[in-house]
């Protein structure tokens, strides 16, 4: 972020928005796709020019290159515009990609830039789009609908909105982001709820790192002097909870001594309670109090003791069920702020981070332990060193590039892509560092027989059949809470009939969960290389009458 | 924007009837977008005494060069004989009409012009508008 004057890209296949904003929004400094210095409107060539701002996608890429130092994106929606020059999509209507080509652009640029806060400039009365938009954390919306359109004012005030919030953000941190979407809007939820004082709830399923963005991110952001604790509920006897969470006094009960809870522990810190769901009820009534009064009474004690404890509640459960079934007290639940929840995205939707991750969690499941040990032993037998411990690569050419790099092939690699990951970065984390060490100690037995020459001994290759092994035996464990599979059975006229009805829901249940990846569907239900399968078992959906998702909110 | 493609969804699209509802509120909604949204750009902007020239050439060109042309011609190719049987759209109309006869004025710069027009293209948007939500809330 720029400490000067912020720069603003406007995209906009006409120039309607660009003479209001260089008229009356002078501000800002605005990006162009000329290289003259000076804002456009001194600029004594500016009558006619086309490089004030980006008309296509194409355009917008290149003033990103020119200029990557771009503080927001001003981002029209509709666009009149030649098929060749629209963004890649896979609506078949040019009526509705033109109509929503800023979507597609969008889309696009979350890809390739997933924290560049984009405002999207539409008049459309009513936003078909906005879940999409949401879906992509678009920072904010123009709805120039109304006495907005046009409204240089409000286009002001949401810009300096957008840039506020975006000053709010320091850098990552250990967390890893990764560069998807949902993550980028996740990072920016977490930082603007850390520095308010409400209690935080922490949605995601099991293995996402909740408890990490609680400790690495949420805590650390609030600066907070006091310590951070994690309480396991579901690791607790019911009967000890209300004793671990607000403390005992002697003689409470039998055997019972003085000594504070984990809530006076985290007095000004940060409280995680993971897997609040599993809180008992009548604790929950003694936690609401907590929450509302900010003080804590140890068990057999009258008088209560204040503390200063920021609140965050973790969970990988359905609350707002619990809530419904009874087991979970409504009040409680809305002091939980659940309209400001933070939804950790599971790995699966956020696979393109597959790399970063495998990376950050081989480095760290190396550099302590007995694979650190291990990888020490290694480096001395094989006499290997680097500037970083530990690398990865991916691909035929792997080139070594730390003491121990290890090289996933391809095809691999596709197969971990495509592996469903109930278990999330946890799982992940078992994986990789399962296969690393067995690769690591094979290659440490093979430098000790004298087999491997140290030309080679810094490239470590995963066997393909050690990950396909690993993701296989995962594929087995069926998670708790997981759906199974449940089809309907319907007479029909023939068997023929009744098998292809059967399999056309095993089909759309396995599509479903696969979230439309083909791929995904082939490694769950066909046997050897998903890659090549996901074309038959795309044209066995096809076959069976099924049909292929559209985008979100693409219907019209 | 879709100023510009009025030319070309004319070219594609067949010939609806304006008195069914859907096509009256599709008709509404694209009366606000390339008209009404479009003439008062500059006008809403701009206060009651700060007309500099540029800002009443950017005027000018919202009223009488969009890029699909004239403001009131565009609007009586989208309108067309449905003006006489909505109130106000005839409104519109005669409020576009009197901005035609400001040009010469306007163009000219002066500062009565200027206001005048600014004043009809605000409503003009305004009216636009409140058509488009009378059709949308049900009102045939």
Redesign the interface.
Known sequence: MNTSVPRLLIV???D??V??AH??LRGYRYVTRCRLQGPCWTCPERNGCTLTHAHDLAETLEALRLHPDVDVVLL?V???LPMERLAPSHELSL?KR??LQGIDILAHLRRTYPELPVVLMT?E?ELAYEETAAALAVDEYVT?A??D?????ALGLLVERVLARRVLTPDPGQYRWGTGAAMARLRRDAWVLARTPLPILLLGESGTGKSALAEQVIHPASHRKGAFLTVDLAALPETLVAAELFGTSRGAFSGARDRAGRFERAHGGTLLLDEIGNLPLDVQRTLLLAIESGRVTRLGETTPRPVDVRLIAATNSDLAAAVRAGRFRADLYQRLNPSARLVVPALRDRIQDLPELVACLLTRGFSRGPNAGLLAEYKRAARVAGEDDIAVCVGRAAQATAAVTFAISPASFQRMRAHRWSGNVRELDHVVNTAAVFALADTLAAVESGRVVSANAQLLPIPAKLISELLRHRNDIVPAGSKGLSVEIRPAATLHALSRQLEAQVFRATYEECDGNFEAVAARLLDGDAARNARRARLRFNQLGLRVRRSPNRRK | MLARSVWCWQGVMPERDPSSTAEARRLAARLVHDVGKQVARTARNVGDTCWTPEAAGMMARDLYALPTGRASAVFGRLAGTTVGARPLLRQVRALLVEIDDLERAVLAGEPSALIRAAHAARAVEEILRAHARALSEGDP
């Open positions: 906009d296949d006409g309607r928005y003479e209001v008229r009356f029209d509709a666009f009149d009526e033109r109509r008049s009365e120039l109304g006495a359109a046009f409204d240089a004012r």
